[in-house]
């Protein structure tokens, strides 16, 4: 049996973190000893204490095809850590690093690189705003340059 599921990472539950609360979607029938032996051994910290909580499935209805659906309810696990540990995958603050790019032109520029919490790559289209050269005022600005970064 899988005992975490996933994390649960949303404003509330990051909220949490500061005072050591970690939040994970675990399997309906995990008992609160199983949830903390599971995020002692994965995450190799000191459970103080586990809070569950289980979600009721839902009936919702679609309007235009007029049918009903049920959703599935789900167990909540809040785990309490010794202070001054952490989980890593909870990162508040994304990594920013500074990347040159060069441009077509060979004009180098300074940008700010972001990571998010799961270290996806971030993909930024600019557009130039200068005129170009010798062109008449009110032209509108052609280039574009499209920044990939990340890994």
């Known amino acids: 049996m899988i005992v975490l599921r996933k994390p649960i990472v949303t404003e509330k539950s990051m909220k949490f973190t500061d005072n050591s609360l970690y939040t994970f979607l675990v ?4 008992s609160k000893p199983q949830i903390a032996k599971a995020v002692a051994d994965q995450f190799k910290v000191d459970v103080v204490s586990v809070k569950t909580i289980i979600v ?8 235009r095809v007029r049918k009903s659906y049920f959703t599935k309810g789900f167990k909540k696990a809040m785990v ?19 990347v040159t790019v060069t441009t077509a032109e060979g004009e180098p ?12 790559t971030k993909v930024k289209i600019e557009k130039g705003s ?9 032209v509108a600005p052609t280039t ?5 970064t990340g890994k």
């Open 109 to 120: 520029i300074v940008m700010k690189e972001k990571k998010d919490i799961f270290r996806n």
């Open 56 to 63: 009721k499935g839902e009936v919702k209805f679609q309007r």
């Open 80 to 98: 309490q850590l010794k202070s001054g540990q952490k989980i890593s995958i909870f990162e508040q603050a994304p990594e920013e690093n500074e």
């Open 27 to 30: 399997d309906k029938h995990a």
């Open 130 to 138: 200068a005129r170009p050269a010798g062109g008449a005022p009110g």
């Open 144 to 148: 574009q340059r499209k920044v990939i």
